[in-house]
């Protein structure tokens, strides 16, 4: 994200210059559709100001948003000639492939492969992610890709040569897609394809369901072919039955309900669920969740009515718009004659099979985060912005006019591209850095500290979680990470345990004027509150920990290991333990607890 937001601010400056030192008419032309996005970008904004109780991780979700609707604007306003809107699809295409090329590499030859030189999670090493952490995600790109390239081979007009080559191309992104073996993506893609002939207007509604109907047939045909030919197909399905369905996933969709009923007008706040869920979450669920696999209530969770109104409302809109202006483009006799004499990327196939791909994502959000993740955000930005731009004509400004006011407008977005690059290269850089030194924080949190190299770890750490405090002193979860590396720095540094208890403490204070919501900065003000022989006081920061989260098995496990330092409180860390141990009965600190008193009682 420190390279893509650069790069997303460099884009959008870029803009931004050819429209101040182009022509007067051309300063003119800014598509109704980009504008109907910005009220909902400064809502977020403004949200992540005065609502969100995590303001560092809301300015993250901003520009998640911010990234989208750039994306878009640029694409819809900017790319308008058949030459660079060619090569941006011949280039996503090439991506592609790509994808597909590291998903059989890591199917077939390195499950456990990831790129950056990271691993792949045990769960997803027989399913193909390519380039992605996730096989969903991939799932997801290709179905973007799919129908506009099954279109481009059946549209009319194309020679031999282009079926074959758009045929071969379809073959290998079905084959990726295949790979990844994602149900909800399958599912999507099927939807989408066989609702399209619905929308034909000019046939019958008998004929209409007809085709409906015979692409349904097709799909659960080739689900069947699937089903008794790959072993892993059938483990999937067989996983869904004996679940009745999903059981994660109604659960984090449930709490996302509950937030948003909480506050339905401006939302619990930008980037808040993961937080938030803690006060939700029930009994015996140990997953993590970053968000609630559904971006509709996602939305409506972190930015309410309003939020979602102005984003889903106004892509609504747009939608509508663009099928209205299609549609009259198509009735008349004149259009329907050009159709057949247009440049490929143009023809009605590639536009309709675009359309399907765009259905299938919407769908798809229904059960998955896929506007979080950007890689897939940003391929639905740039095939949207293709399809509107090209059904939903913008006609330039006429002798001139716009020229000043167009100028004015170009000024204040390179104004605002350049401010939100410098904001965000900050911004990313500390979470860059906070990251791989938690990441080194979880790994010595394991091990025994008398390893030779624990010592010189916890230091460097340190060293860099200052540095990342510094760029970006809002940063909640980083002044956290301070105070918990500064607790595993005592285990080695025996003399200064007080001294490094009150740094710990002062950065957990940091921390918590920050973001009083989240529990784990009350757990590590704590632990270095008990450092200092402070019992009372952690006590309270423990118990506080425990209020923002009651079902979170760590909090517990943390309260119960405050209590086993005194003997007067055995009896509450039998309890606070028993407690922890119900809500997660594999939580290994609870383990390793009950183990240590068991030996104690000996």
Same mark, same amino acid.
């Given at each position: ?339 057949? #004499?247009? @440049?490929?990327?143009? $023809?009605?196939? =590639?536009?309709? /099979? ?5 259905? %299938? ?127 595993? #720095?005592? @285990?080695?540094?025996? $003399?200064?345990? =007080?001294?490094? /208890? ?5 950065? %957990? ?94």
């Amino acid at each position: 994200m420190v390279i893509t937001s650069a790069l997303t601010c460099a884009l959008l400056a870029v803009h931004f210059v050819a429209r101040i030192l182009g022509p007067a008419s051309e300063r003119g032309r800014l598509h109704p559709a980009g504008w109907a996005l910005v009220p909902f970008l400064v809502y977020a904004a403004a949200n992540v100001l005065w609502v969100t109780p995590v303001p560092w991780l809301g300015w993250f979700d901003w520009f998640g948003w911010f990234q989208i609707i750039a994306v878009f604007w640029v694409v819809v306003n900017g790319i308008r000639s058949r030459g660079p809107r060619r090569i941006v699809f011949l280039a996503i295409m090439l991506v592609g492939i790509v994808c597909v090329v590291l998903g059989c590499y890591q199917r077939f030859a390195r499950p456990e492969w990831l790129m950056l030189g990271t691993e792949q999670v045990k769960e997803y090493r027989d399913r193909a992610s390519g380039p992605f952490g996730n096989p969903n995600s991939l799932a997801t790109f290709l179905v973007l890709l799919i129908p506009a390239v099954g279109g481009l081979m059946f549209r009319s007009g194309a020679r031999e040569t282009e079926r074959v080559w758009w045929g071969w191309l379809l073959m290998i992104f079905l084959f990726g897609l295949l790979l990844t073996v994602s149900r909800g993506p399958w599912l999507g893609f099927v939807v989408a394809l066989a609702s399209w002939p619905l929308f034909a207007r000019r046939r019958s509604w008998k004929g209409r369901a007809s085709f409906a109907t015979l692409i349904a047939l097709g799909a659960i045909f080739g689900g069947a072919v699937l089903y008794e030919a790959s072993s892993m197909v059938r483990e999937r399905f067989f996983q869904f039955a004996s679940d009745s369905g999903e059981r994660t996933r109604p659960i984090m969709w449930g709490v996302a309900w509950k937030l948003f009923r909480e506050h339905p007008v401006a939302g619990a706040g930008a980037g808040s669920y993961n937080i938030l869920f803690e006060k939700h979450r029930p009994e015996q669920f140990p997953d993590t969740t970053l968000w609630a696999h559904q971006e509709y209530l996602n939305t409506l969770s972190d930015y309410g009515l309003v939020g979602f109104v102005l984003f889903f409302g106004a892509s609504g809109w747009i939608t509508w718009r663009s099928l209205m202006a299609y549609r009259a483009a198509r009735g008349t006799e004149h259009d329907h004659r050009l159709v057949k #004499r247009e @440049h490929w990327l143009d $023809d009605s196939r =590639s536009l309709q /099979g675009i359309g399907i791909g765009l259905l %299938a994502f919407a769908l798809q959000l229904l059960i998955d985060f896929h506007l979080k993740i950007p890689a897939t955000a940003i391929l639905f930005a740039v095939l949207a912005a293709f399809g509107v731009g090209r059904v939903w004509k913008n006609e330039p400004a006429k002798n001139g006019t716009g020229g000043r006011s167009g100028r004015l407008v170009a000024v204040l977005g390179l104004g605002i591209a350049v401010a939100v690059g410098a904001f965000f290269s900050g911004k990313y850089r500390a979470e860059d850095t906070r990251f791989r030194a938690r990441e080194v924080i979880e790994e010595l949190a394991v091990r025994r500290p008398v390893d030779s190299i624990y010592g010189g770890k916890t230091s460097f750490v340190h060293a860099e979680l200052k540095r990342a405090v510094a760029i970006d002193p809002e940063n909640g979860q980083a002044w956290a990470d301070l105070a918990y590396v500064a607790s595993l #720095r005592a @285990h080695v540094d025996h $003399d200064r345990i =007080s001294e490094l /208890g009150r740094e710990a403490e002062s950065a %957990a204070d940091h921390a918590i004027r920050i973001s009083p919501v989240c529990h784990e900065f009350w757990i590590r003000r704590g632990v270095a509150r008990d450092m200092q022989g402070r019992w009372l006081d952690a006590g309270d920061d423990f118990t506080h920990a425990i209020g923002v989260a009651p079902g979170n098995a760590t909090a517990w496990f943390y309260l119960a290991d405050h209590f086993s330092r005194n003997v007067t409180t055995k009896g509450l860390t039998g309890a606070a333990l028993e407690f922890c141990l119900r809500l997660d009965p594999g939580n290994p600190g609870g383990l390793v607890l009950r183990q240590r008193l068991a030996i104690k009682s000996k």
